[in-house]
């Protein structure tokens, strides 16, 4: 375990749905992130909060839209998602950006 | 030209062999770079971390540095059938605190 948590582990949902991802982090660290991964295809940075604030958001669609309430616990809402979304979506932190990076178990998102 | 490249093999070594993972970056500037492991169905797992030039070792792992050719690869001495996993390697720009990652190379070590 790596003091990173992500919940739900497996999630399947229509374009039409609403959900949300959780991570939490037990590290007490001051960075967290939120990646995409798809076969065959490098990680792929989406969000990026420090201290709290996002700091980098790399032309995600809209119908991702993160939430950072506390430095430990980042939320990653999604709705009306098209069948290419699906991906394993993973979370990380860092005790300050830039620096080693842990990340959860990942939550595995089929869209239908 | 990607940022951070790597061969995705798959890379096939036997048991108790050297196993040799490379790694080229494209920002001559970066100054840190990573290793993770990822199993199969799993999340990256952080292997080792280097940030100067030359060899960093941690029991059976060995990072290799070198920036003037912008390379850095990873060793895994007496491979073992557990080590077979993709292996991942990231690197953070200059002027950037965000890593990037390559896009992994998969190792399979036969017993």
């Known amino acids: 375990e790596t003091g990173v948590t992500q919940t739900p582990r497996h999630l399947v949902m229509g374009m039409t749905n609403k959900k949300s991802l959780k991570c939490e982090q037990h590290l007490g660290h001051n960075a967290m992130y939120w990646y995409k991964q798809s076969a065959k295809k490098p990680l792929e940075l989406m969000f990026v909060y420090s201290l709290e604030e996002r700091v980098e958001n ?32 993973l979370c990380a932190s860092s005790q300050i950006q830039g620096y080693e990076q842990y990340f959860g178990p990942g939550t595995r998102l089929t869209v239908t | 030209q990607k940022e951070v490249e790597q061969n995705s093999g798959p890379l096939s070594v036997p048991e108790g062999a ?31 971390s280097i940030y100067s030039n030359g060899d960093k070792e941690d029991g059976r792992f060995t990072a290799q540095l070198n920036k003037a050719s912008q390379y850095v690869s990873l060793l895994i001495r007496d491979s073992q059938p557990s080590d ?20 992994g190379t998969r190792l399979t070590v036969k017993p």
């Open chain 2, 84 to 103: 077979s996993a993709t292996y991942l390697c990231a690197v953070r720009p200059y002027n950037n605190n965000d890593m990037r990652f390559g896009a």
């Open chain 2, 18 to 48: 050297i196993a040799s993972l490379n790694c080229t970056y494209s920002d001559r500037g970066s100054q840190s770079f990573f290793w993770y492991r990822q199993y199969s169905g799993k999340s990256p797992e952080l292997i080792m």
């Open chain 1, 58 to 89: 790399n032309s995600v669609p809209s119908r991702f839209s993160p939430e950072c309430p506390n430095s430990s616990h980042l939320f990653l809402h999604l709705h009306t998602l098209q069948p290419e979304d699906s991906a394993l979506y």
